[in-house]
Each structure stands twice: as structure tokens, then as C-alpha cells.
């Protein structure tokens, strides 16, 4: 099967798994985050770094499939899109679902470099076609989109908008930011978000 | 039974009802509007005009209720509301209910003062009591507030919060507004209704 049929067959079926979401989490979500992660990756390669835009594009397709804020299979969404990919014969398939199982801000909130497997920490730390997606994946999570976003999920989910005697937590960690998405409002949730990405964006 | 008895059975019968809709219509909102109602008939008293603060206050705390965009029963909010305030033997059940009958974006697309009966028409352009409840219910609808709650609807309703191709109706008709809410997405939906407000406030 050629890459064009692959993707084919994976925009469908990421199509079909993402009907199932809500607003926050739609096809056209999905689509922001593939566009947005060529571009990132564009840029990249004008900078000299090699990249596998085969890669950035099934990942960036397949990031939301799996997400625990919606799946309660066994399977991680990376071991789903294993399957998938296999499937189709795609040779890089692990690859696609090692980085699908790398996006997302709250398995990074479980993260740490200090204690976690060196390999593991040295391929999340220098993969670009990762960065790619979790950098598109959180422009779409803040600005506009990530605004009607977190109101959108609070909608799905019915949580309130706004708590008036709610207090945001500034160094969310990764077990307060599992239970903030069922007991908080998403004012809460999504300053929460941005004062840890305000932290990223301070220490790189 | 005193005024504030029959504020807080009726408080209570409102959370009882908006617990059954959606993060977009839920207590906090009735309890913003409610306030802000208030304020703006507190001001009204200020400027000299006879305001009964009774009647505010239990319209903005009622306004919700038989909404079209929940409620399927064939009653209108403010014949659901006439049975309970005369349940509550309350007076003036009668003028919260016309007041109650008379908020709702929608509804007033469909007004036409050329056309409408003399006397519906003079009261709904003369009643200050009204006006503080429509006004506080429009001033949730816009701004932050307006925007989660515009987004959070469409999460609850699964209407897509941005479609590239959709664009948004300017002039905007009562029926166009109610196919609007199935059919487009939440930012033409909050563009529909921004731009109405904005020719209100440009006529007035």
C-alpha cells in the first residue's frame, strides 16, 4: 500500500474514532494540529534538522486516539495505532505509536528526566517529529481555540464554566490535574494548563 | 408566606431545574444574571425610575426556565412559572410570568413593533423591570462569559466550534437563529448574535 493509501485509510479512520469525541476533540481539531505540526516541521527542516514528515503527519493524525480523558480500553492509543498501522503494512508504525503515546500535557506532567529510563528521556528530549506534535497539539489547546476548547469539553463533561470560590492551582501535578478535569471549572483547568506552559516556556 | 420565603422556594425550584440542563445555563449563570438584574434596576431607582425590585429578582432567578432550547413541554417558561408562583399564593405572579415570557434572545427576533398588538408592544418598551433582566441576561451572553458559554453549549450539544467553510448570517432572521443552533458552529453562531446586539445598540 502506498503512503498516499495509508494516510487515506488513517484520516478515515481517525475520522470515524473522532465522531465519537465532542467539539473540543473533533476532526477539526485534528486537523488544526496536522497542519500546524508541518508547518513546525517545515520550519524545521529550513533549520537544518532532518525530519520524517510521514511521521509528524500519522502521529499528528492519530494523537487524540486512545486519550485517556475519553478511552477506558487497556490499550494506550500508541498500542492502538500499532495495531491499526500493522494492518496496513506501514513499516514505521512503531514509530507513529511511540510518539502518539509521547502527546499529551498530562502523561508529561508525569514526567521526569531525573528518574525516568535514559533512553527513553534522551529520545523524548530530541525528537523533532514529537516536538512537532505536542507543540501543535498545545497551540490548539491555548489562544481561541484553546479557549472555546476548555469551554467546550466543560460542556461535554458538565463542568461548571466558573466557580466563583474555586482557586486555580499554579504547579498543578500530574495526579491533581487527572481529578481537576471531573471536580473543577474550566477556568480552573485552563489557567492551570497555561501557568505549566508558562513554566516550560521559562526553562527552555 | 413572606417575599422571602417565596425567593427561597423559588431559588430552590431553579436549581432543582437548571441542574438538568448544561454548564452554558446553569445556576451560576442564573445567579450572575440575577445580580446583575439588580444592579441595573438599582441604578434605574438612582436615575428616578420606579422600579419593583420583587419582580426583578424573581424574573432574572426564573428566566430560564421552559427555555426552547431545552424545554420540549408545550407550556411557555412563564406558564410553568405562573403555576408555581400561584402555588406559592405570590401576588404579582401574573407580571413575573410576562416578564418571563418576554426574555430570550430568540423571542425578540421574532418582535415586530409595527406589526405586534399596541399594548404588548408599549409594555415590552416600558417596562424597566424588563429591561434589567433582558439586559443581564444579553451581558452573560457577550464578553468572557459569553464566549465559555457560546463554546460550552456547543460541547454540550455537539455543535462544532469552528467549521472553516461556514459563514456566519449578519442580518440574522428568528428562524435562521433557531436552524442556526443544529446547523453552524459556535463562532457563527456568537457572530449572529453580536452583531443583532450591536445593531440594538446603534437603533436605541
Chains 1, 2 share one sequence.
Not at 486537523?31 to 532532518?50: N, S
Not at 534522551?122 to 489562544?143: M, P, S, T
Not at 464554566?161 to 486555580?168: A, C, E, G, I, S
Amino acid at each position: 500500500m502506498s503512503y498516499h493509501d495509508i494516510l487515506k485509510a488513517t484520516r478515515s479512520m481517525v475520522t470515524e474514532y473522532m465522531s465519537g469525541l465532542d467539539p473540543s476533540h473533533d476532526m477539526y481539531h485534528v486537523d488544526r494540529v496536522t497542519r500546524l505540526a508541518l508547518d513546525i516541521a517545515h520550519d524545521g527542516k529550513k533549520q537544518g534538522f532532518t525530519i520524517d514528515f510521514e511521521l509528524v503527519e500519522l502521529a499528528a493524525l492519530c494523537h487524540d486516539v486512545g486519550d485517556r480523558k475519553y478511552y477506558q480500553g487497556k490499550e494506550t492509543g500508541g498500542q492502538l495505532i500499532l495495531q491499526f498501522l500493522n494492518q496496513q503494512q506501514y513499516k514505521k508504525a512503531d514509530l507513529v505509536a511511540k510518539i502518539v503515546d509521547h502527546v499529551g500535557f498530562s502523561k508529561e506532567l508525569g514526567w521526569n528526566d531525573d528518574l525516568d529510563d535514559k533512553e527513553q528521556v534522551y529520545w523524548r528530549n530530541n525528537c523533532y517529529e514529537l516536538f512537532a506534535v505536542q507543540d501543535a497539539d498545545k497551540l490548539d489547546a491555548i489562544g481561541a481555540f484553546g479557549i472555546l476548547r476548555c469551554a467546550a469539553f466543560s460542556g461535554a463533561k458538565n463542568r461548571p464554566l466558573y466557580v466563583p470560590d474555586h482557586k486555580p492551582i499554579d504547579n498543578i501535578s500530574q495526579q491533581e490535574y487527572l481529578n481537576n478535569t471531573s471536580t473543577s471549572s474550566a477556568i480552573t483547568h485552563f489557567h492551570g494548563k497555561c501557568y505549566i506552559c508558562l513554566l516550560y516556556k521559562e526553562e527552555s
